[in-house]
């Protein structure tokens, strides 16, 4: 496939260039191990070439017309719909992703290119009033300069682009390093489309590297002023801390264990789909994705029964097949952590209402129920298809259980009465909640962040503005003030 074979390189100051390092990460499809690419890592010399060249190429953007910046989107925009089918085949090839998963990945990465267009123009700047006669107070939103950023494996295009592009719109440079497992597709592919669009040499630059070789140098390096990192609450702990002791800003979207709650007046066939979904997809490797299915006891019979139904008519299998609902895992080392949670479970006294087999890094679905309470997999965030099925006893219960987890991402409450839903979501401890809907749901213009352990800070729309600007405040006194000495 010609992504792999053009696109395994380092993406620095506007060149293609080998990675200098003495090691190779070599990136694998997922489903049949075929080898995709190597790719030499970048070394700690070269990460500092990449910020050195953002860091000159910003000064000159930063003063570049907003109205002409946001042409780049524009062009980006449309370098995607004109191959969309190449990189589609590349997100199944390189993530193991079905075909609803690369068009879903896709349709929330154009949406975001489209809202970036819109955030050129937004940075907009305040005029005060002061005390002081004579005196104007001036707030001037302006770019931060260089951001660093950390992508993650499961969905690599659309959250690269999720923090590059409005970094880039409000007028800074941006450092990416992808995920190793996700090189391409969240790293080097992103680099072209922005080549592509026209976007001006050393804005945009690719390290494809690892922290075995370059340590913490991404994050210490004076250069970035605001680091941006997706991925596992452990690794977001200590970004936030390197960051923090070098006065940077870091914005965080880390893991999740949402809970769905099914009230007793619920429409049990539509919380049924929207559990499954909300669990299930892309296997469940999604940060959002509903762990945890809590049920009032007065329908939880009828909703097992068809919970369960549900999810064992699902296709797993070859991601290239139309037809499969659930691909691979992205490694066999996460299909193996996974399968001894859930074997630990069981040991446990966990219930199997279904499961099947686990092989290589295809991992049949497994629905678990009668766990106790201070069961370890309630409260971790499983990242592949095990739902866990949990009774509650009214509202108070429900929102007690979908609280009692480090983590506070996503959620949904489903129920007759819309009003009770939102009084019920207003009670969980989470940055976001759905109601009568599924745990999954990221919009350009909507605030994206959780609470707890699930992360820092917020993107998308005005939040995206304050995370990548910085304000300043010039005064300007009109006639003469009056000093006391």
């Given at each position: 496939m010609?992504?792999?074979?053009?696109?395994?390189?380092?993406?620095?100051?506007?060149q293609?260039?080998?990675?200098?390092?003495?090691?190779d990460?070599v990136?694998?499809?997922?489903?049949?191990?075929?080898?995709?690419?190597?790719?030499t890592?970048?070394?700690?010399?070269q990460v500092?070439?990449?910020?050195?060249a953002?860091?000159?190429?910003?000064?000159?953007w930063?003063g570049?017309?907003?109205?002409?910046r946001?042409?780049?989107?524009?062009?980006?925009?449309?370098?995607?719909e004109e191959?969309?089918?190449?990189?589609?085949?590349a997100?199944?090839?390189?993530?193991?992703?079905?075909?609803?998963?690369?068009g879903?990945?896709?349709?929330?990465?154009?949406?975001?290119?489209r809202?970036?267009?819109?955030l050129?123009?937004?940075?907009?700047?305040?005029?005060?009033?002061s005390?002081?006669?004579?005196?104007?107070n001036?707030?001037?939103?302006l770019p931060v300069?260089?951001?660093?950023v950390?992508?993650p494996?499961?969905?690599?295009?659309?959250?690269?682009v999720?923090?590059?592009?409005?970094?880039?719109?409000?007028?800074?440079?941006?450092?990416?390093?992808?995920?190793?497992?996700?090189?391409i597709?969240?790293?080097?592919l992103?680099a072209?489309?922005f080549?592509?669009a026209?976007l001006p040499?050393?804005?945009?630059?690719?390290?494809?590297?690892?922290?075995?070789?370059?340590?913490?140098?991404?994050?210490e390096?004076?250069?970035?002023?605001?680091?941006?990192?997706?991925?596992?609450?452990?690794?977001?702990r200590?970004?936030?801390?390197?960051?923090?002791?070098?006065?940077?800003?870091?914005?965080?979207?880390l893991?999740?264990?949402s809970a769905?709650?099914?009230?007793d007046?619920?429409d049990?066939?539509?919380?049924?789909?929207?559990?499954?979904?909300?669990?299930?997809a892309?296997?469940?490797?999604?940060?959002?994705?509903?762990n945890?299915?809590?049920?009032?006891?007065?329908?939880?019979a009828?909703?097992?029964?068809?919970?369960v139904a549900?999810?064992?008519?699902l296709?797993?299998?070859?991601?290239?097949?139309?037809?499969?609902?659930?691909?691979?895992?992205?490694?066999?080392?996460?299909?193996?952590?996974?399968?001894?949670?859930?074997?630990q479970a069981?040991?446990d006294g966990?219930?199997?209402?279904?499961?099947?087999?686990?092989?290589?890094?295809?991992?049949?679905?497994?629905?678990l129920?009668?766990?106790?309470?201070?069961a370890?997999?309630l409260?971790?965030?499983?990242?592949?298809?095990?739902?866990?099925?949990?009774?509650?006893?009214?509202?108070d219960?429900?929102?007690?259980?979908?609280?009692d987890?480090?983590?506070?991402?996503?959620?949904?409450?489903?129920?007759g009465d819309?009003?009770r839903?939102?009084?019920v979501?207003?009670?969980?401890?989470?940055?976001?909640?759905?109601?009568n809907?599924?745990?999954?749901?990221?919009?350009?213009?909507?605030?994206?962040?959780?609470?707890?352990?699930?992360g820092?800070?917020?993107l998308?729309?005005?939040?995206?503005?304050d995370?990548?600007?910085t304000?300043?405040?010039?005064?300007?006194?009109?006639?003469?003030?009056?000093?006391?000495?």
């Open positions: 010609s992504y792999f074979s053009e696109l395994s390189q380092q993406y620095i100051a506007g293609w260039c080998p990675g200098s390092g003495s090691w990460i990136d694998l499809n997922p489903y049949n191990g075929e080898k995709l690419a190597s790719i890592v970048a070394t700690v010399d500092d070439q990449a910020y050195r953002a860091e000159a190429a910003q000064r000159e930063a570049v017309n907003p109205y002409e946001r042409l780049v989107f524009e062009r980006a925009l449309r370098v995607i191959h969309e089918r190449e990189i589609t085949d997100i199944i090839a390189e993530l193991g992703g079905t075909h609803l998963k690369a879903f990945e896709l349709g929330l990465t154009k949406d975001l290119l809202e970036a267009m819109q050129s123009l937004r940075a907009e700047g305040r005029v005060l009033p005390p002081v006669d004579g005196k104007e001036r707030l001037y939103r300069g260089v951001v660093g950390i992508s494996f499961n969905f690599p295009l659309f959250l690269s999720k923090a590059v592009a409005p970094a880039l719109a409000l007028g800074n440079a941006v450092v990416l390093k992808p995920h190793q497992d996700a090189p597709v969240g790293g080097t992103v072209r489309i080549e592509r026209g040499a050393g804005l945009l630059n690719v390290v494809v590297t690892d922290i075995a070789e370059i340590g913490d140098a991404l994050l390096h004076p250069v970035p002023k605001v680091i941006a990192f997706t991925g596992s609450d452990r690794v977001g200590h970004v936030a801390t390197v960051a923090a002791s070098h006065f940077k800003r870091s914005i965080l979207e893991g999740g264990n769905l709650i099914v009230l007046d619920a049990l066939d539509y919380a049924v789909d929207a559990a499954v979904f909300s669990r299930f892309h296997q469940g490797q999604v940060c959002m994705a509903a945890r299915v809590l049920v009032d006891r007065a329908v939880l009828e909703f097992t029964g068809k919970f549900k999810v064992a008519s296709t797993v299998g070859d991601p290239k097949d139309p037809a499969t609902q659930l691909g691979p895992l992205i490694n066999s080392v996460q299909a193996d952590a996974l399968t001894a949670q859930v074997d069981v040991a966990a219930t199997v209402l279904l499961r099947g087999s686990t092989v290589g890094t295809l991992m049949e679905p497994v629905v129920t009668d766990l106790a309470p201070d370890p997999i409260r971790r965030e499983l990242f592949g298809p095990v739902a866990l099925l949990v009774p509650f006893d009214g509202e219960e429900a929102v007690a259980l979908a609280n987890t480090p983590f506070g991402l996503s959620g949904a409450v489903h129920t819309t009003e839903g939102v009084r979501a207003k009670r969980i401890e989470t940055g976001m909640i759905h109601v809907d599924g745990t999954i749901h990221d919009e350009a213009i909507v605030p994206f962040g959780g609470e707890k352990n699930s820092l800070g917020r998308n729309g005005e939040s995206t503005v995370a990548f600007t304000l300043k405040w010039i005064s300007i006194q009109h006639g003469r003030s009056r000093f006391p000495f």
